[in-house]
């Protein structure tokens, strides 16, 4: 007869290798890719990740909050490169599986209106064996949707040859990445434009279109302009500024906060709900805060982070429910009872008055912030990069809740901004062009 000892040591041998191979199972699962595809069922387009239905309810974020898109509802998240010289690509990736979001990965190429040759063959291989190490080094990752090839090439350019190298972008993109469908980001869209992606283009899976005050009319275009396939809104939002008045010194005016969420909401549903047919999806531009002509034009979050009315309107779109805090609401904002509209000009020295009127669903103790900027003279195109102005000094006579009394500062063209601050996170801004004399 064995001893106990021994029994309870078979019986500890037995025990553990029962225990090993439940081990395994319970270790983290290797990733795969998303399984990325289209149906196209009478006309009606449908986006698929893992064959499910995927409506891309998205935001363009460069450095922006990755964590807030999750929390405001939306799915995914657009780049314009693969690395944005502060995380790169699989950085940007890992943020947005953890957050639950979808990425629709853009590329750079090089852009005839910043020197690039087309008809320079030797440069246009060079930059696929570039963009080629890119996409293999990220096309495994969960988190990819969809690589945006370009962005706005078509933005001031001559050649058409630009077509030729997004095509075989595509080509080579479908031949290493089976699992991830291409596009291309258009600045507009015309009749050129659809024709020349129609014939030079036929490895692109979605057409993308980026329309600011003209969105509504996108649906109507599209047809129009005969793309009969699935297309996307990649960029969409403000007012742009070469589509709105300008002072007589040719400062464009700036909507202020509360006209810019109205129009957000306007031109969503017009441009983009409104078509459930060919329409997958739209980004929101921005889902951050840039210069470009101000500080506050196209983010719809400010520089120190607080969420715009905008914010607000993308919150109700993604989940048909406004958020329990609203952001404050603009009522009217002059200077000497003049708005933005009626040319404020001043004389240097002479004493001035800013007024604010806003109203706040949660009747929240307001804080004012006010700022002078000069008219900026680095002046970007298509989004290029500019420098913010530095901040004038305000010879503040009396300030009190959304009243400012000031003195005119030196000769020149400025701008006077205010922030409404709720302590909720949240703010309204405008700005009012003046020039001093």
């Not at 191979?21 to 399984?35: C, F, G, L």
């Not at 506050?296 to 993604?318: P, R």
Request: charged share 25%; glycine share 8%.
């Amino acid at each position: 007869m064995k001893s106990f000892s021994t029994i309870i040591f078979c019986l500890f041998c037995l025990i553990s290798c029962a225990e090993a191979p439940q081990k395994a199972t319970t270790e983290t699962p290797i990733e795969k890719p998303a399984k990325v595809t289209l149906t196209n069922t009478e006309g009606k387009f449908q986006l698929l990740v893992n064959g499910e239905p995927f409506y891309i309810k998205g935001a363009g974020l460069e450095f922006g909050n990755i964590a807030a898109v999750a929390k405001h509802n939306g799915n995914s998240f657009r780049t314009w490169r693969t690395a944005n010289g502060k995380h790169s690509g699989k950085e940007i990736l890992d943020e947005a599986l953890k957050n639950g979001l979808m990425v629709t990965m853009g590329i750079e190429v090089e852009r005839e209106r910043h020197g690039f040759d087309y008809n320079d063959s030797v440069a246009v291989k060079k930059q696929l064996e570039r963009i080629k190490s890119e996409v293999i080094a990220l096309k495994d990752h969960p988190a990819l949707l969809i690589w945006g090839i370009g962005n706005e090439l078509n933005l001031r350019y001559t050649n058409p040859k630009v077509w030729d190298a997004v095509n075989d972008i595509s080509k080579m993109i479908h031949e290493v990445d089976p699992n991830h469908l291409t596009t291309t980001m258009l600045a507009g869209i015309s009749q050129n434009e659809v024709t020349l992606i129609k014939e030079k283009c036929p490895d692109i899976d979605i057409l993308s279109v980026q329309m600011y005050g003209d969105l509504p009319n996108l649906p109507k275009l599209i047809r129009e302009f005969g793309w009969a396939g699935p297309y996307m809104v990649t960029e969409w939002g403000a007012t742009g500024h070469w589509e709105v008045p300008a002072t007589t010194w040719k400062a464009p005016i700036e909507e202020n906060s509360t006209l810019k969420a109205a129009n957000y909401l306007k031109r969503y549903k017009g441009g983009i709900e409104a078509d459930s047919l060919q329409c997958i999806g739209s980004y929101v531009f921005l889902w951050g805060n840039k210069q470009e002509r101000t500080p506050t034009w196209y983010g719809i979050y400010l520089e120190d982070g607080k969420e715009t009315e905008s914010v607000d309107v993308m919150h109700f779109v993604w989940s048909a429910k406004w958020p329990e805090n609203r952001t404050p609401q603009i009522v009217s904002y002059t200077i000497n009872g003049k708005t933005a509209y009626e040319n404020v000009m001043m004389e240097t020295g002479k004493l001035y008055t800013a007024s604010l009127k806003i109203t706040d669903t949660e009747n929240d103790k307001i804080n004012y912030t006010w700022e002078i900027l000069p008219e900026s003279v680095d002046l970007g195109d298509g989004g290029d990069l500019e420098v913010r102005p530095k901040s004038v000094a305000i010879d503040i006579v009396n300030q009190k809740d959304g009243e400012l009394s000031f003195k005119a500062p030196a000769a020149g063209m400025y701008r006077l901004f205010v922030y409404a601050d709720d302590g909720h996170g949240h703010a309204a801004t405008a700005n009012i062009p003046f020039m001093v004399k």
